[in-house]
């Protein structure tokens, strides 16, 4: 397995209830196990139990996760804008210093469009938030494509399109406020978005807890991954190392204001 010697921020994990089976999920401490194991610096942090429980049992979930993690994890807020309590929970993020917004229109069920979505983005602006969400496949109602209009209405907010999907390289390239992630990519997909952008607008996610060693049994068994396998794959696909640490560390430092 082995360590990285590269400081590492994970802009996209999870804890809580995941989707698809009952009894898999994964706590903070799952999270601190790969932190230590694998050299990752810091992570950020939403909980999915805010879709398969309810947005506030994810946030109270966030909210003592940061408080027991010593800022090591920190907070995203997953919005459902389905529920009609949802501003509910932003007092607790800030109280909690949580680092921006989560969105998941798949799992939320809402198609992505300006009538959705202009409230969670005028809070992101309000709280300084970046929003980072699931993007689905081009030419779904809940794809890249379909964040133009939001993406131009609100040019403060930096948004992060999570899984580089092919219609986000051309938004990322178009808009100073558009950013790209590297969970579940195709290393050959993030070898091609740095040469059309440049390394300054991807950052490195992985859906973590998912597949990574937690020490213990887990429900679903993954297939195996690793920090180290997930870098080198990316070296191996000639991304340098001034890129590399960008891409895997400075890029969210600087985005999401980690210290
Ligand atoms: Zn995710």
């Not at 050299?39 to 940061?66: I, N």
């Not at 406020?177 to 070898?191: G, H, I, K, R, S």
Request: net charge negative.
């Amino acid at each position: 397995m082995g360590t990285t010697e590269r400081p590492i921020i994970d802009i996209h994990t999870h804890i809580g209830r995941l989707p698809g089976m009952v009894g898999e999920q994964f706590t903070a401490a799952d999270l601190l196990y790969v932190c230590h194991q694998e050299g990752v610096h810091r992570m950020l942090v939403s909980s999915a139990s805010a879709t398969t429980v309810g947005q506030h049992f994810g946030a109270e979930e966030t909210a003592a996760m940061v408080r027991d993690s010593g800022g090591r994890l920190a907070g995203m807020l997953w919005v459902n804008p389905h529920d009609p309590a949802w501003q509910d929970d932003v007092e607790l993020a800030v109280r909690h210093g949580f680092k921006g917004i989560k969105i998941h229109p798949v799992l939320d069920h809402y198609d992505v469009d300006r009538s959705a979505l202009d409230e969670v983005f005028a809070c992101a602006r309000t709280h300084g938030w970046p929003i980072l969400t699931h993007t689905d496949g081009d030419g779904s109602t809940m794809g890249a494509a379909r964040y133009e209009p939001l993406i131009r209405a609100w040019p403060e907010v930096p948004l992060v399109l999570a899984h580089l999907r092919l219609a986000a390289v051309p938004l990322a390239k178009r808009y100073a406020n558009v950013f790209l992630d590297t969970t579940y990519v195709d290393p050959a997909m993030v070898e091609l978005a740095v040469d059309a952008l440049g390394p300054s607008k991807i950052l490195f996610g992985t859906d973590a807890a998912e597949g990574f060693e937690v020490g213990h049994a887990v429900a679903r068994a993954r297939p195996r991954r690793t920090y180290a396998g997930l870098i080198s794959a990316l070296e191996e696909r000639g991304i340098g190392a001034a890129d590399l640490d960008r891409i895997v560390y400075t890029n969210a430092r600087d985005l999401f204001a980690l210290d």
